[in-house]
């Protein structure tokens, strides 16, 4: 089946630093990844859609100063939080999409960033 | 942006009890998702139901979809402690299909 891996899966840094999180397609293609950001006990709201050779799109109110992506290939996304500061410390989800889109979109395990 | 409102937010059952959790959403779909998140995990598909489909079943697993009220649901049958998560809907919505827009989620309790 289709296999998502997100890593770091924690991450503690300092205010002002900026992080680097991966996302990879581990046995399929996928031209398309979401970023997503959950709050403690909420939903996962969408960040931006990621694109492969192609600029992200970003929902609105997301700073795209702020959560850079890049998708330089086929089977590898990542998102810098930069310049962090303790608001955003969150839980970072990223997903894929399946080819044929038939059965649903296979996550990430997720990634609990934390700001001191 | 949220797609629209789930219910109820919480859920605590014995085991053995059935479980149904409903889902609102706002605009026109093309597919209804649900999925399931142990706490400070990432996210499992439970089952896809597309627009044109009225009820779905996956194990002990049965998902209806009213289009005309823009809601669905999802019934766990014969629930088990290990049931014990949130659920969330997510609707693929018709001008992308690509992109997943999820509900409020709500979280089940399955009491031994």
């Known amino acids: 089946g289709a296999v998502v891996s997100q890593h770091p899966s924690r991450v503690i840094c300092k205010s002002g630093t900026s992080v680097k999180i991966e996302c990879r397609s581990l046995d399929f293609q996928a031209t398309t990844m979401f970023w997503y950001r959950q709050f403690p006990k909420k939903s996962l709201m969408l960040m931006a859609t990621s694109n492969e050779g192609s600029k992200a799109t970003y929902e609105q109110g997301v700073e795209k100063d702020k959560f850079l992506i890049n998708h330089a290939s086929l089977t590898l996304s990542t998102l810098t939080v930069t310049s962090a500061h303790p608001e955003d410390s969150s839980f970072y989800i990223c997903?894929?999409?399946?080819?044929?889109?038939?059965?649903?979109?296979?996550f990430g395990s997720g990634t609990r960033l934390t700001v001191v | 942006s949220q797609q629209g409102e789930e219910d109820p937010q919480a859920l605590s059952i014995q085991e053995g009890e059935n479980a149904t959790m409903n889902c609102s959403y706002k605009?026109?779909?093309?597919?209804l998702q649900w999925y399931r998140q142990n706490s400070g995990r990432g996210l499992v598909h439970l089952i896809l139901?597309?627009?044109?489909?009225r009820e779905k079943h996956s194990g002990r697993l049965r998902v209806t979809l009213d289009t005309s009220k823009k809601s669905s649901s999802l019934l766990i049958t014969a629930s088990r402690a290990a049931d014990t998560a949130s659920y969330f809907c997510?609707?693929?919505?018709?001008?992308?299909?690509?992109?997943?827009?999820f509900g409020t989620g709500t979280r089940l309790q399955v009491f031994p």
């Open positions: 997510a609707t693929g919505v018709s001008y992308n299909t690509d992109k997943l827009i």
């Open positions: 139901i597309r627009s044109n489909e």
């Open positions: 997903s894929a999409s399946f080819p044929g889109g038939l059965y649903g979109y296979t």
């Open positions: 605009t026109s779909i093309n597919n």
